[in-house]
T-cell receptor
Framework: EPEVTQTPSHQVTQMGQEVILRCVPI?????FYWYRQILGQKVEFLVS????????KSEIFDDQFSVERPDGSNFTLKIRSTKLEDSAMYFC????????????FGPGTRLTVT | QKEVEQNSGPLSVPEGAIASLNCTYSDRGSQSFFWYRQYSGKSPELIMF????GDKEDGRFTAQLNKASQYVSLLIRDSQPSDSATYLCAVDSPYGQNFVFGPGTRLSVLP
């Protein structure tokens, strides 16, 4: 069964450093998303991406964040200058269609900022 | 502000019983409703979705939707210890592409 994959599974970085989180969405899906979940809190939407551009972003997704689809399979989230409060699980998701279509989540990357 | 509310739990049920999980949402324009299961430290796993008022059954799971009351529920029949997890209700945003997640209900099925 096709699945979303993410690397790395765990990333430790120092405050102020840049990190890139990588995702390979399900191959026939056209819509890609990043969500995050701070420990003990709810899953929060960051950004959606379609046709090589951001289609929607939340208030959390400020100038320190960027997304890119550098090739036909990868989808990346870059955090330019990490802060302690960026420590969270970051989940990539994809869906075949927009809006209310079923979203399938990857296993997540645990980001720890020290 | 779109809100999705769930009882945080924990909800404890004995093995073999029916577990009932509830969710309310604030945006009347929402059309799609999802239940995800999340084990500790893992990602959300889609278990059910429902778009129309009424009941939808899939194996031991039944999702119920009442748009007039802005209420969606999940019933788990013949609960098993392996069902012990946090259950997340997710609701689509009618004006965008994202989901709004509730805080989740922690279910504990006791052997």
């Amino acid at each position: 069964e096709p699945e979303v994959t993410q690397t790395p599974s765990h990333q430790v970085t120092q405050m102020g450093q840049e990190v890139i989180l990588r995702c390979v969405p399900i191959s026939n899906h056209l819509y890609f998303y990043w969500y995050r979940q701070i420990l003990g809190q709810k899953v929060e939407f960051l950004v959606s991406f379609y046709n090589n551009e951001i289609s929607e972003k939340s208030e959390i997704f400020d100038d320190q964040f960027s997304v890119e689809r550098p090739d036909g399979s990868n989808f990346t989230l870059k955090i330019r200058s990490t802060k302690l409060e960026d420590s969270a699980m970051y989940f990539c998701a994809s869906s075949e269609e927009a809006g209310g279509d079923q979203k399938y989540f990857g296993p997540g990357t645990r980001l720890t900022v020290t | 502000q779109k809100e999705v509310e769930q009882n945080s739990g924990p909800l404890s049920v004995p093995e073999g019983a029916i577990a009932s999980l509830n969710c309310t949402y604030s945006d009347r324009g929402s059309q799609s409703f999802f239940w995800y299961r999340q084990y500790s430290g893992k990602s959300p796993e889609l278990i059910m979705f429902i778009y129309s008022n009424g009941d939808k059954e899939d194996g031991r799971f039944t999702a119920q939707l009442n748009k007039a009351s802005q209420y969606v529920s999940l019933l788990i029949r013949d609960s098993q210890p392996s069902d012990s997890a946090t259950y997340l209700c997710a609701v689509d945003s009618p004006y965008g592409q994202n989901f709004v997640f509730g805080p989740g209900t922690r279910l504990s099925v006791l052997p």
